[in-house]
């Protein structure tokens, strides 16, 4: 079975940069689209990119365009997430999740989670 698990969060000052890693266990990501969320307090879960199973197709929310770099890399399992030049209203605990090949930028229809690393650009 499919598990995913989120790295890279962390504390930093507004205009850094952090790498978040997705690397999955139990099966390989080839066949898999990943998406990257993220959920602040009293918000709803937010779709910040995607990539496709084939890497082929990637698609970013207007909030991030321009400074968030997704990736992945087959022989390590693993997608990332670059963020560059963070903002506060970046702050929140960010989830990647995996789809069928596709890349959404919605919830729906994504078929496992991880648990999520939190990211904290303070104001």
């Known amino acids: 079975q499919l598990q995913l698990v989120e790295s890279g969060g962390g504390l930093v000052q507004p205009g850094g940069s ?3 890693a997705c690397t ?3 099966s390989p990501l080839d066949d898999y689209g990943i998406g990257w969320f993220r959920q602040a307090p009293g918000k709803e879960r937010e779709g910040v ?3 496709s199973g084939l890497g082929n197709i990637i698609r970013y929310a207007d909030s991030v365009k321009g400074r968030f770099t997704i990736s992945r890399d087959y022989a ?3 997608v990332y997430l670059q963020m560059n030049s963070l903002k506060p209203e970046d702050t929140a605990v960010y989830y990647c999740a995996a789809v069928f090949r596709l890349c959404l ?3 729906s229809g994504y078929i496992s989670w991880g648990r ?3 990211v904290t650009v303070p104001s």
């Open 18 to 20: 952090l790498r978040l």
């Open 24 to 26: 999955a266990s139990g």
């Open 49 to 51: 990119s995607c990539i």
């Open 76 to 78: 390590k399992n693993t």
């Open 105 to 107: 930028l919605g919830p």
């Open 116 to 118: 999520g690393t939190q």
